[in-house]
């Protein structure tokens, strides 16, 4: 049976995530800083599942969790970094948690995920990044600044596994609007996907081992159009 690891499973996109899985006849393993939520989706998943507190915020103990985990599983094939926060409301506070979770936190996992499976044979590592990872804004900047920096480490941890022969496969997932609790305060979503249709979406991106995937398929017209969207406009918000 393969094992996968969710890192932030409490809610959205994770949490159905997990479900998915589980469903597919995975081996799951759940973080998140609410134990009580995991407990009680642990009782709804049809197989085999461990669960984790952690918070993503405090990386080395991040990192030991992880590592216990992945011991009382009995291996990882799949990590899946999805742990994150968003900054609508902006103060110095709430940007550097968002760089302590978003950033740190990701990077702490991410290292210690390369070095697990570049000493057991391979695996993959799917990091939650966003459509906002494209370009910077005015309504989310240190939030898209965060995603930015997550697909462009997850690009580079490809190219480094690629060159080392590490067999080990990096997927960038990029969300557009998805219902989830960080966005249901947003005002002008459009193309809102339903979580679970989200999660069935990743999945099957992971499973196929695309490079980058857009959540849903439609938002990468939206990536096409914010790249080639000259500076003298998109600065002016």
Same mark, same amino acid.
């Given at each position: 049976?393969?094992?996968?690891?969710?890192?932030?499973?409490?809610?959205?996109?994770?949490?159905?995530? +997990?479900?998915?899985y589980s469903q597919k006849?995975? /081996?799951?393993?759940?973080? =998140?800083?609410?134990?009580?939520?995991? /407990? +009680?989706?642990?009782?709804?998943?049809?197989?085999?599942?461990?669960?984790?507190?952690?918070?993503? !915020?405090?990386? /080395? =103990?991040?990192? @030991? %969790?992880? =590592? &216990?985990?992945?011991?009382?599983?009995?291996?990882?094939? #799949?990590?899946?970094? @999805?742990?994150?926060?968003?900054?609508?409301?902006?103060?110095?506070?709430?940007?550097?948690?968002?760089?302590?979770?978003?950033?740190?936190?990701?990077?702490?996992?991410? @290292?210690? !995920?390369?070095?697990?499976? !570049? !000493?057991?044979?391979?695996?993959q590592i799917a990091g939650?990044?966003? %459509?906002?990872? %494209?370009?910077?804004?005015? #309504?989310?900047?240190?939030?898209?600044?965060?995603?930015?920096?997550?697909?462009?480490?997850? /690009?580079?941890? $490809?190219?480094?596994?690629?060159?080392?022969?590490?067999?080990?496969?990096?997927? &960038?997932?990029?969300?557009?609007?998805?219902?989830?609790?960080?966005? $249901?305060?947003?005002?002008?979503?459009?193309?809102?996907?339903?979580?679970?249709?989200? =999660? @069935?979406?990743?999945?099957?991106? #992971?499973?196929?081992?695309?490079?980058v995937a857009y959540i849903?398929?439609?938002?990468?017209?939206?990536?096409?159009?914010?790249?080639?969207?000259?500076?003298?406009?998109?600065?002016?918000?």
């Amino acid at each position: 049976m393969k094992k996968v690891i969710i890192v932030g499973a409490s809610s959205g996109i994770g949490y159905y995530l +997990a479900k998915v899985y589980s469903q597919k006849g995975y /081996e799951v393993g759940l973080t =998140a800083r609410r134990l009580e939520v995991l /407990e +009680a989706l642990q009782k709804e998943l049809p197989n085999k599942s461990f669960i984790r507190k952690m918070d993503v !915020a405090d990386a /080395e =103990a991040s990192r @030991n %969790i992880l =590592a &216990d985990l992945v011991e009382d599983m009995g291996g990882m094939d #799949i990590l899946v970094l @999805n742990a994150g926060i968003g900054d609508s409301k902006p103060s110095w506070q709430l940007e550097q948690q968002i760089i302590m979770v978003n950033i740190a936190g990701f990077t702490a996992l991410g @290292n210690w !995920a390369v070095k697990y499976y !570049a !000493a057991n044979g391979g695996g993959q590592i799917a990091g939650i990044s966003s %459509i906002a990872s %494209i370009r910077g804004t005015h #309504i989310a900047t240190v939030y898209s600044a965060s995603k930015a920096y997550i697909s462009s480490y997850m /690009e580079g941890l $490809q190219q480094r596994s690629n060159r080392k022969k590490q067999n080990i496969t990096v997927t &960038d997932i990029r969300p557009g609007f998805v219902a989830t609790p960080m966005t $249901q305060e947003n005002k002008g979503m459009f193309w809102v996907a339903p979580p679970e249709k989200a =999660a @069935n979406q990743i999945y099957t991106a #992971i499973k196929n081992k695309k490079r980058v995937a857009y959540i849903t398929r439609r938002w990468w017209i939206i990536a096409q159009l914010f790249k080639v969207i000259p500076d003298f406009l998109w600065l002016k918000g």
